[in-house]
């Protein structure tokens, strides 16, 4: 085998880890919630606050390339919604008009949209920042893709 | 709702307000007999209200919180909530604003009639709002003292039941107490409260103090309140709220970031509401120029080691 053969295989080898990095990753749309037990009588998408983190899609990593290889994090942007009564959260399914005034809060387990809705001076939505990341969105992307 | 009634007066009191439930959620109410009395007496205690623009801050460190202000102009009836992500406007000719800092339209008010008065802030914008629609009201009725009791229809999405509220004035237009029914679908509780008033607020524009307990946020204080003598149009523009939102989210993300710097030196991950945030340390910001050094190095020594072996 002559070198250029080698390099040839080294430089193949290279560009093909670098693609497989690139795709190996399948997107991902998956929404964190919270909804403190003490004002969740009625479980998900009741009560007065909850925060709520949407996860990026493929090609949101960051800045960091490393984090792509570690498989570790993925960029989420985060909220907290904060209401005061009669301000509530409502459920219902994704497909049907959002409610009027309606602030998008996530993607429920049972596939249901989960929004804030009542007069604007009740209710809050708190930006936690972009850019957060949390911990290995890998393996909920099928169920919670959207 | 039961602890409600037993705060309320016992037995006999629960029995009316299931009454009252019922006679509204089974006919429309006619214009109760004491609504032109009532609304004589807010005029009487609102001439010369002016307009009121106040903000509050959240209290103590931490990240979560922004700075939000309102506006309220007694003899229109306008008003406006300026959020960081969330804006909107009744102007003075009654339209309807909606949207974020960076642009607010006209859109339908998901909250008309007395729901959508700015009455937790401001408990006199229910009588005011009572002079312009009657939309949500069950019934007004003085109770033994001579205190006005005004019953009414809270906010409610779609299919929901509207939670029956309750406000008491004393005859002389001072706010007295709150009520509000539990609503089970949306996993609330009821409330029930006399009102307390932040110490620089005036009659009749009483502010109340901020009574919500979240357990993600901090605690709002009232930071800037100014009263103005007459009606301020000027202040219930599109283009006005918008500048004081920008306002307050360039405010706002100061302290985020003033936080997030902080934090970064401290613990992190502590906070069950918060994702962890990815920090990029030296060493990984230089991981991938080490790696393609290093694959050139050893490309390189390959290169040496085989033109050394041919070579010989």
């Known amino acids: ?100 005034g309606g602030h998008f809060i996530g993607v429920l387990p049972n596939g249901q949209c989960c929004y804030a809705v009542g007069p604007e001076h009740n209710l809050e939505i708190v930006p936690l920042g972009t850019g957060y990341w949390v911990r290995d969105c890998i393996g909920n992307c099928n169920e919670y893709q959207n | 709702m039961g602890t409600r009634c037993a705060r309320r007066g016992g037995p006999d009191h629960c029995f009316a307000f299931a009454l009252l439930i019922l006679l509204a959620n089974s006919v429309a109410v006619s214009e109760p007999p004491l609504l032109d009395e009532f609304r004589a007496n807010v005029t009487e205690w609102t001439t010369g209200a002016g307009t009121v623009v106040f903000t509050r801050e959240p209290t103590g460190e931490g990240a979560r919180g922004t700075r939000r202000t309102f506006g309220f102009d007694a003899t229109t009836g306008a008003w406006f909530s300026a959020y960081e992500s969330s804006v909107a406007l009744l102007t003075p000719e009654g339209v309807y604003y909606s949207g974020t800092p960076d642009e607010i339209a006209p859109s339908p008010d998901p909250a008309p009639g007395l729901a959508g008065a700015m009455s937790r802030l401001i408990p006199m914008a229910l009588p005011l709002r009572l002079l312009q629609t009657t939309e949500g009201l069950v019934d007004i009725t003085r109770d033994a003292d001579g205190n006005w009791v005004i019953d009414y229809f809270g906010f409610a999405v779609r299919d929901r039941k509207p939670p029956l509220t309750r406000t008491m004035f004393s005859p002389q237009g001072k706010p007295l107490r709150f009520e509000m029914e539990a609503n089970p679908e949306a996993g609330q509780e009821a409330e029930a409260y006399d009102y307390e008033f932040h110490p620089d607020s005036r009659e009749p524009l009483l502010i109340t103090n901020d009574r919500r307990h979240h357990s993600l946020a901090p605690s709002y204080q009232l930071v800037e309140i100014q009263y103005f003598a007459t009606s301020r149009p000027d202040l219930f523009t599109p283009e006005a709220v918008l500048q004081i939102a920008v306002d307050n989210r360039m405010w706002s993300e100061m302290r985020r970031n003033a936080f997030a710097a902080q934090s970064s030196h401290s613990s992190r991950g502590t906070d069950p509401g918060t994702p962890i945030p990815y920090v990029q340390h030296r060493l990984s910001r230089a991981g991938w120029p080490l790696i393609i050094s290093g694959i050139i190095v050893v490309a390189i020594g390959l290169i040496a080691l085989f033109r050394a072996r041919m070579g010989k």
């Open chain 1, 1 to 100: 085998m002559n070198i250029q053969k080698l390099m040839a295989m080294g430089a193949s080898l290279v560009i093909a880890l670098a693609a497989a990095a690139q795709v190996a990753v399948p997107p991902c749309c998956k929404y964190l919630w919270e909804w403190p037990a003490e004002e969740n009588p009625n479980g998900a998408c009741a009560g007065l606050e909850a925060t709520s983190c949407q996860t990026g899609a493929q090609n949101v990593w960051g800045e960091d390339p490393m984090a792509r290889m570690k498989r570790l994090w993925v960029e989420a942007k985060c909220f907290l919604a904060l209401l005061e009564s009669p301000a509530a959260f409502y459920r219902q399914d994704c497909s049907d008009e959002p409610p009027a």
